[in-house]
């Protein structure tokens, strides 16, 4: 037992909590500026590239929800972390057709939905409830970039709404100069799900949008969930 002491006070232990409960905080204070209570907002520890255990200090400093961007990845930590048996999983990288039977029994919520081929792989290899999907939206029109074209999610919706079920949008914008150069992106992107929401009757309740450089301007836009990996975790692994 003096042995586990040591380890719960060392210095991993100590500055994983700080971060992780300032990241916390600052959630809070975003949403109190923007109305919102605190609750409101789903932190999404992102940990790629990070060893599981480093992830059983942040799950320890309180995070249940982990975003990985590559299902094998994701797949090799879920093993390694089976007996933290209350985390939720999230698919955050864009989803390769031949990963998709592999990260159906891994994930909760898949933030990369963009292709009806996908939806309906995804439906074809799913015998029991609908699987959860956000729909990527590239809401800058990055050439580079996974996602749909604004103007093309409401039939994407139309297409898949009857096999998988959309909880909302997710977006990752252009890399902004700061912060506050992703505004306008998040912005977009809630104004189209307010739209969507409207015109398709669906509630799409879900915006994932914000990560450690600009999370505090994707809550006061709207953000429901925040994907955050170098401000708990620290600098990435590589
Ligand atoms: C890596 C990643 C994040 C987290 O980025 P940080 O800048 O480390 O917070 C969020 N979303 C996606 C899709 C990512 O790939």
């Given at each position: 037992?003096?042995?586990?002491?040591?380890?719960?006070?060392?210095?991993?232990?100590?500055?994983?909590?700080?971060?992780?409960?300032?990241?916390?905080?600052?959630?809070?204070?975003?949403?109190?500026?923007?109305?919102?209570?605190?609750?409101?907002?789903?932190?999404?520890?992102?940990?790629?590239?990070?060893?599981?255990?480093?992830?059983?200090?942040?799950?320890?400093?309180?995070?249940?929800?982990?975003?990985?961007?590559?299902?094998?990845?994701?797949?090799?930590?879920?093993?390694?972390?089976?007996?933290?048996?209350?985390?939720?999983?999230?698919?955050?990288?864009?989803?390769?057709?031949?990963?998709?039977?592999?990260?159906?029994?891994?994930?909760?919520?898949?933030?990369?939905?963009?292709?009806?081929?996908?939806?309906?792989?995804?439906?074809?290899?799913?015998?029991?409830?609908?699987?959860?999907?956000?729909?990527?939206?590239?809401?800058?029109?990055?050439?580079?970039?996974?996602?749909?074209?604004?103007?093309?999610?409401?039939?994407?919706?139309?297409?898949?709404?009857?096999?998988?079920?959309?909880?909302?949008?997710?977006?990752?914008?252009?890399?902004?100069?700061?912060a506050e150069g992703s505004r306008r992106s998040f912005?977009?992107?809630?104004?189209?799900?307010?739209?969507?929401?409207?015109?398709?009757?669906?509630?799409?309740?879900?915006?994932?949008?914000?990560m450690s450089d600009d999370f505090e301007v994707a809550?006061?836009?709207?953000?429901?969930?925040?994907?955050?990996?170098?401000?708990?975790?620290?600098?990435?692994?590589?």
């Amino acid at each position: 037992m003096v042995e586990m002491k040591e380890y719960l006070v060392s210095d991993l232990e100590r500055e994983t909590c700080e971060r992780f409960n300032s990241v916390r905080e600052r959630i809070a204070a975003a949403t109190r500026r923007s109305g919102r209570t605190p609750d409101s907002v789903r932190l999404v520890a992102v940990s790629k590239t990070q060893p599981p255990e480093k992830m059983r200090a942040v799950h320890r400093a309180g995070a249940r929800e982990f975003g990985e961007n590559y299902v094998q990845e994701a797949v090799a930590k879920r093993a390694a972390l089976a007996d933290l048996s209350d985390i939720r999983w999230h698919l955050i990288g864009h989803l390769q057709r031949n990963k998709v039977a592999q990260a159906l029994g891994c994930f909760g919520l898949i933030h990369s939905l963009d292709s009806v081929h996908l939806a309906s792989r995804l439906a074809r290899l799913d015998e029991t409830a609908p699987v959860e999907v956000l729909i990527q939206v590239n809401v800058d029109d990055e050439a580079t970039k996974h996602g749909v074209a604004p103007q093309e999610v409401e039939a994407l919706l139309d297409a898949v709404r009857g096999i998988v079920k959309v909880s909302g949008l997710m977006t990752i914008p252009a890399p902004p100069m700061a912060a506050e150069g992703s505004r306008r992106s998040f912005a977009r992107l809630r104004e189209l799900r307010d739209d969507l929401a409207r015109s398709t009757g669906l509630e799409l309740g879900e915006l994932s949008m914000g990560m450690s450089d600009d999370f505090e301007v994707a809550i006061e836009e709207g953000a429901t969930i925040v994907r955050i990996g170098r401000a708990i975790f620290s600098e990435r692994v590589r």
